[in-house]
């Protein structure tokens, strides 16, 4: 994974394992790797890796069971909320940097209309 050098290293690897949630790559009920190989599977110091799970537990994503391993959430309503909220996160850099560049709300619908049509036409 190449690290963003603009946010912390635990931050990004928390969204990428919510993305890994989120589309079914990690499930419900899943174990993620101990705090060792996620280090390693990211390249990442071990105390980061701890700190990446700190925060996924504090947020309910995940649930640590003593001596048995972290778990993704089996909690479907949390999962659809996290789904959402990052779509909505999505919704907003994509509607700021139209913004910026001069784009009204209306543009952006209408740039999203034509994407989707094209989509259609592509399949």
Known sequence: MDFDSMSPIWAQVVKRIKSEIVTGKLPPGSKLPGGRDLALQYKINPNTAARVYQELERQGICQTKRGLGTYVTEDAALIDA?????????????????????MSAQDA??????????????C
């Open 82 to 102: 996290l789904r959402s909220s990052m779509a909505k996160d999505a919704l907003e850099q994509f509607l700021t940097s139209l913004s910026a560049i001069g």
């Open 109 to 122: 619908i209408q740039i999203l209309e034509n994407r989707v049509n094209q989509s259609s036409v592509d």
